[in-house]
Nanobody
Framework: QVELVESGGGFVQAGGSLRLSCAAY????????IAWFRQAPGKEREFVSG????????NYADFVKGRFTISRDNLNNVVYLQMDNLKPEDTAVYYC???????????????????WGQGTQVTVSS
């Protein structure tokens, strides 16, 4: 069982930065891959970035490459999403999600994840 709690969202102007945190309550945190998804009003939830259990492997959606950086601290059970050069189209609720490290399900789709946080709102003004 994994409990995830996001924080760090807020309101920022275009070009600004935010760092999201996903605190996990799990006995073996490093055995879970973690991903960030986002959902804007009226749109489907979409993959943003993911990181392997060890932190050695990362993936990014094309629309955030070069702007967002995912990382994790397995000692403190936290995953971060550093978001730089934010754009108005990045406005959404951001969710972190967890799945078993060796799951064969799609890593870039919501259905591939078993545990979800409550989300944190990110609003970017133009």
């Amino acid at each position: 069982q994994v409990e995830l709690v996001e924080s760090g969202g807020g309101f920022v102007q275009a070009g600004g930065s935010l760092r999201l945190s996903c605190a996990a309550y799990a006995q073996t945190f490093s055995s879970y891959a973690i991903a960030w998804f986002r959902q804007a009003p009226g749109k489907e939830r979409e993959f943003v970035s993911g990181i392997s259990g060890s932190g050695g492997g990362t993936n990014y959606a094309d629309f955030v490459k070069g702007r967002f950086t995912i990382s994790r601290d397995n000692l403190n059970n936290v995953v971060y999403l550093q978001m730089d050069n934010l754009k108005p189209e990045d406005t959404a609720v951001y969710y972190c999600a967890a799945r078993g490290q060796y799951s064969s399900r799609d890593w870039n789709r919501p259905i591939g994840y078993d545990y979800w946080g409550q989300g944190t709102q990110v609003t970017v003004s133009s």
